[in-house]
């Protein structure tokens, strides 16, 4: 993978890489050394407690988080298909999407199945079946994605909002037993953390919850650890500084980023006169560059629905509908007809062909158009990657110091509350 390909990787959004690169790589290793140092400050003992308890939290944490969702759903998706059924059909396709201003429909399960049924192609056949099948009993279907659903983010929930906080203050608990039986005994126990006993829906919200991103349902789990951690918390105070961490933990993870990115790709198309809404994958496309430069790139004649898809189905070897399958905007198989299966946001299409008429217009006014390019590839990988320093500063930096201001305001102490010697 290039180093392009990471940077436009990490900016993305709307995926887990980003969380990736702050929750593990710098979000967490800031807060053990702050929780270490603030707790410091009343005993080197609490220090250690809290040390412990912030690598098990933080890291076993991230773990679930990032990678329980992704599990769940393959496992899902292996009994889903052994039920008979392809798991990645759209059921957002079983609404039957028309333009707004005319009656002719232009994408739904009905009318992919009628409009690629003669396909000879073996891959489109197959999908057609799957459509079929799907078709012929959404019930069903939509009861195995509703569970697909609960299960992937209800088990990851339980595990880290729950179990995992009484496992690790009942280690916790131990071994300060364990520590005080040694002043008076010779012979110490170890450590069983077992010991601790504490340890269908309509087919609209159906769509919804089935079509949400991975990134989406973290989101959904996160606020489903708040609830967790704040009902696992050892006292009322803990509770208290619990709630503030993770409330802002979730505002800084999914909502600030997002509004960083856009005022910083903002702010440089004033200063430098250089659209850079678009990915940095495709502003080094040199075919691309190559195409703007001889006037030959092709695009979709409008943003209406019907040139749209009529563009992106009779031209699915044209750089613009690769590049638009390219950032997932829509699929082909492997015969080169586009995937019935898969929804096409068109609205998210028609925003991509804007922003590359955008680039276009402007990229073919300046003077070189392969130093434009450069120039337009280089400042957005730069926005990225302050984006995720200006993010991460917040996650990893502001929020723990606030945690343990807040903590300070509403104890009279520093240390974790839950550590606290009743």
């Given at each position: ?312 189905d009779s031209k699915p070897t044209s750089l613009f509908s690769q590049m638009a399958q390219e950032m997932k ?69 502001v929020l723990p110091k606030l945690q343990y201001e807040f903590n300070k305001l509403i104890t009279g102490s ?9």
């Open positions: 993978m290039t180093l392009t390909n990471i940077i436009s990787a990490i900016g993305n959004n709307s995926s887990i890489y980003p969380l990736i690169v702050r929750d593990c790589g710098i979000e967490a290793p800031s807060k053990i050394l702050i929780a270490r140092n603030e707790n410091k400050k009343e005993s080197k003992e609490l220090a250690n407690d809290a040390t412990r308890e912030k690598i098990i939290d933080e890291y076993a944490t991230s773990a679930i988080w990032l990678g329980g969702i992704p599990a769940v759903e393959c496992i899902a998706d292996k009994f889903i298909s052994k039920k008979g059924y392809n798991p990645n059909v759209n059921i957002k396709l079983f609404k039957e999407e028309q333009n707004k201003n005319a009656s002719n429909i232009f994408q739904g399960i009905e009318y992919n199945i009628n409009k690629f049924k003669n396909i000879q192609e073996k891959d489109v056949q197959e999908a057609i079946a799957d459509l079929v099948k799907v078709k012929n009993n959404k019930p069903l279907f939509e009861g195995l994605l509703t569970k697909k659903f609960f299960a992937a983010t209800i088990i990851p929930t339980v595990i880290m909002g729950f179990i995992l906080p009484k496992l690790n203050f009942a280690l916790t608990a131990k071994l300060r037993k364990n520590k005080s039986e040694q002043k008076s005994s010779p012979q110490p126990q170890a450590p069983n953390l077992l010991s601790n006993k504490n340890i269908n829906f309509t087919g609209n919200i159906t769509s919804t919850i089935a079509n949400l991103r991975t990134v989406d349902k973290m989101a959904i789990s996160d606020g489903g650890l708040t609830v967790g951690r704040v009902s696992t918390s050892r006292n009322k105070d803990e509770g208290y500084v619990n709630a503030f961490r993770m409330i802002g933990s979730m505002i800084l993870n999914f909502v600030t980023p997002a509004y960083i990115a856009k005022g910083l790709d903002k702010t440089s198309n004033k200063l430098f006169k250089i659209n850079v809404n678009l990915d940095p994958k495709i502003l080094s496309n040199k075919d691309f560059i190559s195409a703007i430069k001889e006037n030959k790139f092709e695009l979709p004649k409008s943003n209406s629905a019907k040139d749209l898809f009529e563009f992106i905007k829509v699929s082909y198989l492997e015969s080169g007809y586009r995937d019935p299966r898969k929804y096409v946001d068109i609205n998210d299409l028609a925003n991509f062909r804007t922003e590359v008429v955008k680039f276009i217009e402007t990229a073919k006014i300046s003077k070189n158009i392969e130093k434009f390019a450069q120039k337009a590839k280089w400042i957005k990988c730069a926005n990225i990657l302050a984006n995720v320093g200006i993010s991460s500063f917040l996650l990893a930096g520093y240390a974790d509350p839950g550590l606290r010697k009743q």
